[in-house]
């Protein structure tokens, strides 16, 4: 099968999006598929995947988007392609797949971030003042208003967005579960991660050690677990650290931290291509996002054992039975909230029922399965295309 995949980036380091991308794309290749990826990154071309690199110069990054959009949708038409599978959004697809979920979606759970009154009202104007959001919603109403056969929601979550937001046809809708690969690390391996990592930033073994991985802080709750964090020092739990990875304004969440009394209990780490190792030397995950269509990292923390605690606002907390594998908060500010459920992940028994019970539900996120659902429907697609020439 020969397939054209798009998506503008595939940079592990970009985000989750990207990292699932080049994970899918590797899997593809595994299964002989004749990829041609069109992207802005410069991935190695092999037997089997064909890179077109899509160039060009702008004034901005939105731009430069535009511009891949445009040339994108030139060369594609220029070849036969069984598949044509936009992850990045283009109007010339046979399927979409927005892994970021909806442009009108994550507009509205970054205005959540302001809370309410003029702030927010403020905000919302200055939204349609900009560029980059305008031109994301004007390609997102041409796609799913009918330009695209099939959309893949990698959640229930995206699927309410897109039925919500743009009256989607359940018909135009295929829910492929977002995945990830499994954590097969044997247990003497991970047990020398976690030393090395706890004696790396000075966290002893006794310490319940949470971590928080994200690039956009703010959105992805940062606020609220350290704020969670001093209430848990003052309900007398001590001994709680906190490692914080990823790129951000850490100076900014470091003055938050110190301004209340916690900046010896969290460290910032920066960026890392460590994550797994990371996972293995924590107890906890938290997650306190405003908006994720479904996040990497707490199904590769649920893979890993690891118990985790996410909002409604997050994808991968379907995968959660609240306090039988997980915990899942209704609100994103819920500060006493966050700080109960690791107050109860602090019990040793506790923590490890949950993510024993986590663990379970490897098989059912992997990339293999993801990967084995989408060459299905591109099966599907591609008999179409046979049956309507």
Request: aromatic share 6%; charged share 25%.
């Amino acid at each position: 099968m020969k397939v054209a995949l798009i998506s503008e980036w595939i940079d592990p380091w970009r985000g989750g999006a990207e990292t699932s991308t080049l994970q899918f794309l590797h899997h593809l290749m595994d299964r002989g598929t004749e990829v041609h990826l069109f992207t802005r990154s410069r991935p190695s071309p092999t037997p089997t995947l064909h890179v077109h690199n899509i160039g060009g110069a702008a004034m901005s990054r939105t731009r430069r988007s535009v511009t891949f959009a445009h040339r994108v949708a030139r060369l594609v038409r220029q070849d036969r392609y069984d598949v044509i599978h936009a992850i990045s959004p283009c109007t010339c697809a046979d399927i979409y797949q927005p892994r970021g979920g909806t442009v009108a979606e994550s507009i509205e759970r970054n205005l959540a971030l302001i809370g309410s009154g003029p702030r927010r009202l403020i905000k919302r104007y200055a939204n349609r003042l900009n560029f980059k959001q305008r031109y994301s919603l004007i390609m997102e109403r041409a796609i799913f208003g009918g330009g695209v056969p099939i959309i893949v929601a990698i959640s229930d979550y995206v699927t309410d967005q897109l039925r919500r937001h743009y009256d989607v046809p359940q018909s135009a809708i295929r829910k492929i579960y977002n995945g990830v690969n499994p954590d097969d690390t044997d247990p003497e391996e991970r047990r020398r991660h976690r030393e090395a990592v706890r004696r790396e930033y000075d966290i002893a073994d006794d310490h319940c050690l949470v971590l928080l991985i994200a690039h956009n802080f703010r959105l992805k709750g940062l606020p609220t677990w350290i704020d969670a964090l001093a209430r848990i020092n003052r309900q007398g739990v001590s001994d709680v650290r906190s490692l914080v990875i990823g790129k951000g304004d850490s100076l900014r969440w470091q003055r938050q931290a110190e301004r209340i009394g916690v900046a010896d209990f969290v460290t910032f780490t920066g960026p890392s291509d460590r994550i797994p190792t990371m996972l293995h030397a924590g107890d906890v995950l938290v997650h306190p996002t405003y908006y994720d269509p479904c996040s990497r990292v707490v199904l590769e923390a649920m893979a890993s054992g690891l118990a985790c605690v996410t909002t409604r606002w997050d994808g991968a907390s379907e995968m959660i039975s609240d306090g039988d594998n997980g915990y899942v908060l209704d609100d994103s500010d819920d500060v006493q909230g966050l700080a109960d459920r690791v107050i109860s992940l602090h019990d040793t028994a506790n923590r490890v029922r949950i993510g024993t019970a986590a663990r379970a539900i490897a098989d059912r996120v992997s990339m293999a399965r993801h990967a084995e659902q989408m060459l299905a429907l591109y099966d599907e697609v591609a008999e179409g295309k046979v049956g309507a020439s």
